[in-house]
């Protein structure tokens, strides 16, 4: 699979509960200066209560290379938060009588494939349409420098087969929001561009937003970076056609602080189509939006990811609350901050790691804890472990290390986040609580096995195999996985993974330059391409050596042939 944060969206999950009066914008403040103080955020965050302003700030350099600061005026690409404005904009046509939110979209757009006959407007909106990612598999990295219309971009996906029957299942799809913009465009006459501006964007006075084009320079953009390690980079390369009404918007802290306000308060949308963009169709999801979780306060938002950028968007209707965290680094913690700053502006109590104190349990005591967890989108949190420590992870992420507090509250410092576990008087834990990570709220333990490399065969995936199933890894006496493959000379990108992506995914810690052609690396879940530069052809022997489920490492070795 290719590099899986670009536009793709953690789903948020719910807030902790709060009351209604929050604490104060020193506070607030304080939050944001302690994931910046960490290396977790760089960019602008604002926390809104209806119009008043509690924080508007930048922290760290929207340029690294001319050392501009991050500021409430500075731009950021949005990523997924764009998704909320498509679906803005096709309700917008169906308030105009143009179409209907259960219209199958063969309806308004001709020569579909016959297997998306069934597809309807709701769908494409709910991720409930089965249309596959198209920036999953080896799709996008063939793509992604390309300047595209709307049609070619479809053309790339068109001849892929359905995920699952339209409107049986549920799974998150670029592909899908891409389809609302072609429909856009069909019925308004417009481009995507243009009616996002005159639709949505003027009416609001968000005069510092919108869709960004790779042909044209926006003044205060922010530059976008990863880590490799400790330092920054500048972001791979995005052809922003490409991700289109899926993700290609930008905006200020301060002009999503005025959409909130319009979008909410009814200058948009008609209260009917209000409703229906907030009412969740599937998994908590409702429209171009999540949805809290009940017995949580109500509250709308979306994550987002690309190129460079990592941002979160959050509104609470009881309180009229707006939380938005837009960074121009990559793997910036944007939905976990958004998460602390709304559970601290209704007034919760937010222990920053420097103010928590770890306590040392014996290994009796983790073992309690330790197995998997069932949460309710479907995932599965995985508790190891590992000799004295404990280590969690979420479906097939990356592994992150656990520090007790107690024998039933841990805390994982790399992702700012707390898991706990109900404890019987004896026995293993019952269930655990995310109480503010932007994950599902809580789950019960399951019977399932820790997840291994032995459990299902596993795949050598890349450039050279169109990111099949071709070279499996055969395991061997001594416990390795192995393969030979015949590569030519070049650049060729890789992961370790198994036939559905879901049990195993497993890819390099950060973006590298190409490696040469012997070496090895520890391995991450859902982490990004490996690239292997070779200057002549050669016959390559990879294995993995999985025993260490939280550390797998991979070895190459290439020859010329």
Known sequence: MPTPRLFVIAVTGALAFGTAQGQSPERLAAIAQSFADRGLFSGTVLVARGDQVLLDRGWGLASQEWQVPNAPGVKYLLASVSKQFTAVALLRLVDQGRLGLDDALSRHLSGLPAAWSAVTVRQLLAHTSGLPNH??????????????????????????????????????????????????????????????????????????????????????????????????????????????????????????????????????????????????????????????????????????????????LHYEPKQALTVAVLSNQEFAAAPALAVKLAA?????????????????????????????????????????????????????????????????????????????????????????????????HSGPRTALPLPSLTAQPVYLRGSMNRWSTDHVLTMGVDGLHRTVVDLGAGTHEFKVASEDWAAIDLGAATPATALPGRGSLVLMGAGRNIALLLEKASRCEFSVDGRDIVEPRLEFNCQAR
Request: hydrophobic share 40%.
């Open 344 to 440: 601290a502006a209704n007034g919760v109590a937010v222990v920053l790691p420097e103010e928590r104190k770890a306590v040392d349990l014996p290994a009796a005591a983790l073992d309690r804890v330790q197995g998997s967890y069932s949460l309710p989108n479907g995932r599965t949190l995985w508790v190891f472990r590992r000799g004295a420590a404990l280590w969690a992870r979420l479906g097939n992420e990356h592994w992150t290390p656990l520090v007790a507090e107690s024998a039933s509250n841990f805390y994982a410092p790399q992702v700012d986040g707390e898991l706990r576990f109900e404890l019987p008087a004896s026995g293993p834990a019952r269930s655990v609580t995310l109480p503010d990570l932007p994950s599902p």
């Open 135 to 312: 920036t999953q598999g080896g799709g996008l990295e063939k793509i992604r420098h390309q300047q595209m219309t709307p049609r070619e971009l479809y053309a790339s996906f068109r001849d892929a087969p359905l995920d699952f029957a339209p409107g049986t299942g549920w799974s998150y799809s670029n592909s899908g929001y891409v389809m609302a913009g072609v429909l856009i465009e069909q019925l308004s006459g417009k481009s995507y561009a243009e009616f996002v501006r005159t639709e949505l964007l003027q009416p609001l006075g968000m005069t510092s937003s919108g869709v960004a084009h790779s042909g044209a320079i926006v003044p205060q953009l922010a530059s976008g970076y990863v880590k490799e390690g400790k330092a920054l980079r500048p972001a791979n390369f995005l052809n922003m056609s490409i991700p289109y009404s899926a993700g290609a918007l930008y905006g200020t802290t301060g002009d999503l602080l005025k959409w909130q306000r319009g979008l909410y308060g009814g200058a948009l949308l008609s209260p009917a189509s209000l409703k229906e963009m907030t009412t969740p169709v599937r998994n908590r999801y409702a429209l171009g939006l999540n949805v809290s979780s009940a017995g949580q306060p109500l509250s709308y938002g979306h994550s987002g990811g690309i190129d460079g950028f990592s941002t979160h």
